[in-house]
């Protein structure tokens, strides 16, 4: 059983930056596609952004220029740097991974004040 463990989002405000973080349980990080995805009240979950086993990155529209999605994949954990934060970027935050059948983190809340 994979377990993403995420690390605790928080309040920012407006045009202030946030990390997020995602560890594996086991090594697939690095050969699997690692995604983050939002999900805000009352909307459907979308993708932020997401970096494939190869390394190429993908992201919303909304949040590019201002996210960046990495790894280190000896330490089995991807990132999300959030710049420039909006309050509509206030969601919980899901970390995702391909891998066999696929698996979701518990989520973590980012609150962006105005």
């Known amino acids: 059983q994979v377990q993403l463990a995420e690390s605790v989002g928080g309040l920012v405000q407006a045009g202030g930056s946030l990390r997020l973080s995602c560890a594996a349980s086991?090594?697939?990080?690095?050969?699997?596609?690692m995604g983050w995805y939002r999900q805000a009240p009352g909307k459907q979950r979308e993708l932020v952004a997401r970096?494939?086993?190869?390394?190429?990155?993908t992201y919303a529209d909304s949040v590019k220029g201002r996210f960046t999605i990495s790894r280190d994949n000896a330490k089995n954990t991807v990132y999300l740097q959030m710049n420039s934060l909006k309050p509509e970027d206030t969601a919980v935050y899901f970390c995702?991974?391909?891998?066999?059948?696929?698996?979701w983190g518990q989520g973590t809340q980012v609150t962006v004040s105005s």
């Open positions: 995702n991974s391909n891998w066999e059948s696929g698996y």
């Open positions: 086991i090594r697939i990080v690095s050969i699997s596609t």
């Open positions: 970096i494939s086993s190869g390394g190429t990155t």
